[in-house]
């Protein structure tokens, strides 16, 4: 039933029914708080959702289809297409368009500029070793960054060739995915279950993430217990949940964004978030700890257990200046300047007007 809702989007009552149910259960894991909750079910999640993409990527690569006019394709060539670059016909704009794109996915994969990061960094143990925890981070997120695409990738490329590829984002998930694995027959049915199986799980996980930070900000501000600031999270996200599947079916529309693309409410609430607030957020951030606060302050945090901090020149260099350098050229491109040569002509033409 789940498998059903998510390939027919038009439908009006039923995403809006699980959509609560999903929102329900992601509040009462944060409601039962950090070590009753999140860290418990936690344990139990990520493990499932581990060997799902495993089991999903094992099996996009081992797929096969053949077209109605003979022509065969398989997995291992998606897989291959996936995992080999092609330099060809590629520009230094197009190159700076895929790294800026790679720069926004880092945001949502590793949580930054959403709040998570300091709502869990405040749990964590002054004892706890953090050089070893942000080296497992950044090399369990790597793996299952490389093993999602290796899920994706193939399946496209499989049933809808390369034109299929150029779908992203939302619609890739919502709608491109489901019309493959419907075009599959059984095999699609199983497959897909488990692929929308693996990302609830995933879901879940996120949005528990998200619903703490922000669950524990509305009780540090306004002094209220975990219950009801659960309570007041959830009305929030389900008013706007039941507004995003709407956006499927009667409040659907397409809009044209600033940097080229269209979409609708979902496309529209992703835009805002990944695009705009987050690299806000970020320069925000990287002014504050780089100039402001100092980085000695996050340093002396990383090194007060006795571990040293290797990358130390390395961080200071880029919060200072790498890292804002890029996210304002993420937040120009979002914005709709997508060349970095027309960033510069704006900087020379207001230093011109200046003397």
């Not at 009006?12 to 079910?41: C, R, S, W």
């Amino acid at each position: 039933m789940i498998f059903l809702c998510v390939l027919d989007l038009t439908l009006t009552y039923e995403p809006i029914v699980f959509m609560i149910i999903f929102l329900g259960l992601a509040a009462f894991i944060v409601y039962k708080g950090v070590d009753k909750g999140i860290e418990k079910y936690s344990k139990i999640l990520m493990p499932i959702l581990l060997i799902l993409i495993v089991v999903i990527a094992v099996i996009a690569i081992t797929t096969k289809h053949t077209d109605e006019d003979g022509s065969v394709r398989t997995g291992m060539e998606g897989f291959l297409i996936y995992l080999i670059p092609n330099f060809k016909g590629l520009t230094v704009k197009g190159f700076f368009n895929i790294l800026l794109d790679a720069m926004g996915q880092l945001f949502y994969s590793l949580s930054v500029a959403m709040g998570i990061m300091v709502a869990y960094g405040s749990y964590v143990k002054d004892d706890a070793k953090l050089v070893k925890s942000i080296n497992q981070i950044e090399i369990f997120d790597t793996v299952v960054a490389f093993l999602a695409g290796v899920m994706i990738i193939p399946t496209v490329y499989t049933f809808m060739g390369r034109s299929g590829m150029d779908s992203y984002g939302p619609s890739l998930m919502f709608e491109s995915l489901p019309k493959i694995f419907y075009s599959m027959g059984v095999v699609g049915t199983i497959l897909g279950c488990l692929f929308f199986g693996m990302v609830l799980f995933a879901a879940l996980t996120s949005a528990v993430s998200v619903m703490e930070a922000i669950v524990a900000g509305i009780m540090d501000k306004f002094h209220i217990s975990r219950k009801k600031a659960c309570l007041i999270e959830l009305g929030i996200a389900v008013i706007v949940g039941i507004i995003v599947c709407l956006g499927y079916n009667i409040l659907f529309f397409k809009l044209k964004f600033p940097n080229g693309s269209t979409g609708q409410i979902l496309d529209v609430l992703d835009y805002i978030s990944n695009n705009l607030l987050m690299p806000i957020v970020a320069i925000g951030t990287c002014i504050l700890i780089g100039w402001v606060a100092g980085p000695n302050i996050v340093i002396d945090e990383v090194e007060k257990t006795g571990c040293k901090f290797g990358r130390k020149k390395l961080y200071i260099i880029m919060i200072k200046f790498v890292a804002p350098t890029l996210l304002l050229i993420l937040l120009l491109k979002s914005l709709g300047i997508p060349t970095i040569i027309k960033f510069f002509s704006l900087i020379k033409e207001l230093l011109k007007s200046f003397g």
